[in-house]
């Protein structure tokens, strides 16, 4: 199951969304002023003595930037998932803009174009040292218009696409009930309404018998700091959703108490990918024991932006704080840490493996099969002779997925039955599980279950 991703990694700070419009004669005082009076961080010159927007944005850090009014718009639409353009979420990188992730059915991705690639030019315009919001502005565009840019691929080699640019859209919140009564949510940005989302989506898998839930906030770029706090509320024993460092006041910040919770079992997986909003909610699950992480590190974005209405219609973006999980736990420049670290795309097969055994704590693990053949048959011995009376005593479990695996099961000899699945998928994994439903001869009862986890080659 693949995860998709919003356009931009920038939390985007509500609380602080509706400051008063600055009336000055011209932006540039309007934004000198605001730099004075809010910006959190280290100013690099004297900004009085720089004569415009442009050069003072300089000075700042890479997450404070200016908009016109029709980038603004642009920029909301993208955190929204309401974007037009050519399907792709990026990131920041030292070649240029490398992309993290692509949209089915947009243009990115039906030329080919693939997560890991960097765009080194939008028409004709160099990409490097560019901003995510400049290079989106450029990007993005009326629907019907062509963009032309040149790649980096992943193989080492260049190539320039003409792209035309449409309208899609990405579903801010998706879900599935995998295997076992397990309800799977995926946030893809964290939308004005993505809490209200999360909650339906988690109702619509309890009527249909969830019991466990995994929540995916991988390639997650985060968005409106209010839905972090509706969704950190949505867990149990979670009363502050980050602690709050302003340019001169710290304090903790209460999470949004929710009706329904998920259970105390839930699952959350991160990737290098999570960032900013999405590491808020890492973070304060990680501090008050709430959930479980799964995955690799977050990218380590732990500032607050504000943005600042200027008198002629564009917004002035800038950092006015840094957060950190409501007990401590450090995210700026340094990520989240999960509890349980995994391969690279395989955290949900991990996190929906631990799921399951949940249900069989008394089965006896059995040895890994790494790398099997994609039509692996399976011999299961037993002690003594054993009578093949309950086929369902085996089952393969596709793990991600909401599927069992066919197999036939048939007696290879007296104390050995194999298990013949159908061809197995390259590079999945599963779960063989063998439950305790089997005779002896002497109609003595299979004592303990068991389970082997399986790898198959790619």
Not at 268 to 273: E, Q, R
Not at 313 to 331: C, D, H, M, N, R
Not at 350 to 363: G, W
């Amino acid at each position: 199951m693949r995860k998709v991703s919003g356009l931009t990694t920038f939390v985007f700070l509500l609380t602080l969304l509706l400051a008063p419009m600055y009336t000055w004669a011209a932006p540039i005082d309007e934004v000198r002023q605001l730099v004075k009076e809010y910006y959190k961080g280290e100013l690099q010159s004297n900004i009085t003595e720089l004569d415009s927007i442009e050069s003072i944005v300089g000075q700042l850090d890479p997450y404070s930037t200016y908009f016109t009014k029709e980038e603004f718009e642009r920029y909301t639409d993208s955190i929204n998932n309401k974007p037009t353009g050519i399907g792709i979420s990026i990131e920041e990188h030292e070649k240029g803009i490398q992309i993290v992730s692509t949209f089915d059915s947009a243009p990115a991705k039906e030329a080919g174009i693939e997560p890991g690639d960097i765009i080194l030019s939008v028409d004709g315009n160099s990409t490097e040292r560019m901003s995510v919001q400049q290079a989106s502005s450029l990007i993005t565009g009326k629907a019907g218009t062509k963009v032309n840019i040149e790649v980096l691929k992943i193989t080492g080699k260049k190539q320039s696409y003409i792209l035309t640019r449409k309208s899609f859209q990405v579903p801010v919140v998706s879900n599935e009930m995998l295997y076992g009564n397990v309800g799977y949510i995926s946030i893809n940005s964290f939308s004005e309404d993505g809490a209200s989302l999360v909650i339906a989506a988690k109702e619509r898998l309890a009527k249909k018998g969830a019991t466990s839930y995994i929540l995916d906030l991988r390639n997650n770029g985060g968005g409106y700091v209010n839905t972090a706090e509706e969704l950190i509320g949505l867990f149990p024993n979670s009363p502050h959703a980050y602690m709050l460092m302003l340019k001169n006041q710290v304090g903790l910040v209460k999470s949004i108490p929710q009706k329904d919770l998920f259970p105390n079992n839930t699952k959350v997986l991160i990737n290098g990918y999570s960032a900013s909003a999405s590491e808020m909610t890492a973070a304060a699950l990680l501090d008050h024991k709430s959930a479980t992480l799964y995955g690799q590190r977050t990218y380590g974005k732990g500032s607050m932006q504000s943005f600042y209405p200027l008198s002629d219609g564009s917004y002035l973006k800038l950092t006015v704080a840094e957060f950190a999980g409501p007990k401590g736990t450090v995210v700026n420049k340094t990520g989240v840490q999960p509890q349980v670290v995994t391969k690279e795309g395989m955290e949900l097969e991990k996190a929906h493996l631990d799921t399951i055994l949940e249900s069989y704590p008394s089965y006896k693990r059995l040895s890994k099969l790494e790398n099997v053949a994609q039509t692996k048959q399976f011999t299961v011995t037993f002690s003594e002779a054993v009578q093949l009376n309950k086929k369902e005593g085996i089952e393969l479990i596709a793990l991600g997925d909401t599927k069992k695996i066919p197999l036939k099961v048939e007696q290879k000899s007296t104390n050995q039955i194999k298990a013949i699945p159908t061809k197995l998928e390259k590079g999945a994994a599963y779960l063989l599980l063998i439950h305790p439903t089997f005779q002896s001869s002497k109609d003595i009862q299979m004592e303990q279950g068991a389970y082997v986890e399986v790898t198959v080659q790619q």
